[in-house]
């Protein structure tokens, strides 16, 4: 890949990731909760949010070596529970708003590029692929997140809406997450990890439906 196209898709992973952090803390804010807002965290300057590993070396390997799947995360918003209005629903808003907000950005930059296909004049290459760049991460985050293993977002939705007593042990597993994440990506599934496996299904699917 060309350093200017690596600068962009960058530029693009950056900001889905900020984003779907800000969402988080806004949708927290909508509960009652305003620690991300205290903490100078609802804000889309990149400085707050970088992960040294999630935002900074892992994309950084990945593009390296040529990975067929990029993903990456930015340093998680503060978010205090205790303060939401209603904990429950809460709970399940503020986990899902990330994840829509990817999903959100992958039909929106679908939308600019069916358009720009629309128009009479051709447009830079550049330009449809660092859109069609953007559907995919996003979709990719935006999927990735739905797994329901802590700490991310579809762990959070699940735990959300089980009953006390089967919410507090699934919580308990947050502090090996990235362990049980590693290992589902270095299982097997034919030329793949069994999560690569799925997650490229599912990418699939969704990319059908928005016609890429």
Do not use: C, Y
């Given at each position: 890949m060309e350093p200017t196209f690596i600068t962009f898709i960058?530029?693009?992973?950056?900001?889905?990731?900020?984003?779907?952090?800000?969402?988080h803390g806004l949708?927290?804010?909508?509960?009652?909760?305003?620690?991300?807002?205290?903490?100078?965290?609802?804000?889309l300057n990149p400085l707050p949010h970088i992960d040294l590993f999630g935002t900074i070396l892992l994309p950084g390997f990945l593009i390296l070596t040529?990975?067929?799947?990029?993903?990456?995360?930015?340093?998680?918003?503060?978010?205090?529970?205790?303060?939401?209005?209603?904990l429950k629903k809460g709970e399940l808003f503020v986990?899902?708003?990330?994840?829509?907000?990817n999903f959100g950005l992958a039909i929106v930059a679908t939308l600019i590029y069916h358009f720009l296909n629309a128009l009479p004049q051709t447009f830079p290459?550049?330009?449809?692929a660092l859109l069609r760049f953007t559907v995919t991460i996003n979709l990719v985050l935006g999927i990735f997140n739905l797994f329901p293993i802590p700490p991310l977002d579809g762990s959070r939705?699940?735990?959300?809406?089980?009953p006390y007593k089967l919410a507090q042990p699934y919580a308990k597993l947050e502090p090996y997450?990235?362990?049980?994440?590693?290992?589902?990506?270095?299982?097997?599934?034919g030329n793949t990890s069994?999560?690569?496996?799925?997650?490229?299904?599912?990418?699939?699917?969704?990319?059908?439906?928005?016609?890429?």
């Open positions: 960058v530029i693009i992973l950056l900001f889905s990731v900020i984003i779907h952090e800000v969402m949708a927290a804010l909508k509960f009652g909760d305003d620690t991300a807002e205290r903490a100078g965290r609802l804000t040529g990975s067929p799947i990029l993903f990456g995360w930015a340093k998680p918003v503060p978010v205090n529970p205790l303060n939401f209005s209603n986990s899902a708003a990330g994840i829509l907000s290459a550049i330009v449809g939705i699940l735990i959300s809406q089980l997450g990235i362990l049980i994440l590693i290992i589902l990506l270095m299982i097997p599934f069994i999560i690569q496996a799925i997650l490229e299904f599912l990418l699939g699917i969704f990319s059908l439906i928005l016609g890429f």
